[in-house]
């Protein structure tokens, strides 16, 4: 299994950008995925969840302002992020759930 995450960058507070995770070597459809991050200093935590229907739940810090989708056609699961923040600074992990599968992160940096 391998998921490559992709997308990251250095963005002004207030910007948006577009993480998207390819995944191979697994049956797409019938997972479920998620984004973590990991600031500077600080644990990983989980930011969005993206359920098989497509349906989603995320933490309330991104709540409103990321939305995670999936595309089950090209094996991608993305995460748009909007109103971007200094705290949102960090790399971006995406996993795939109830597994010990990660991608490599790609790091968002977010300036005031």
């Known amino acids: 299994v391998q998921l490559q995450a992709s997308g990251g960058g250095f963005v002004q507070a207030g910007g948006s950008l577009r993480l998207s995770c390819v995944a191979s070597?697994?049956?797409?459809?019938?997972?479920?995925f998620a984004w973590y991050r990991q600031a500077p200093g600080k644990q990983r935590e989980w930011v969005s969840t993206?359920?098989?229907?497509?349906?989603?739940y995320s933490a309330d810090p991104v709540k409103g302002r990321f939305v995670i989708s999936r595309d089950n056609a090209k094996n991608t699961v993305h995460l748009q992020m909007n109103n971007l923040k200094p705290e949102d600074t960090a790399v971006y992990y995406c996993?795939?759930?109830?597994?010990?599968?990660w991608g490599q992160g790609t790091l968002v940096t977010v300036s005031s």
């Open positions: 996993k795939v759930v109830g597994s010990d599968f």
């Open positions: 993206v359920n098989k229907s497509g349906s989603y």
């Open positions: 070597g697994i049956n797409f459809a019938t997972n479920v």
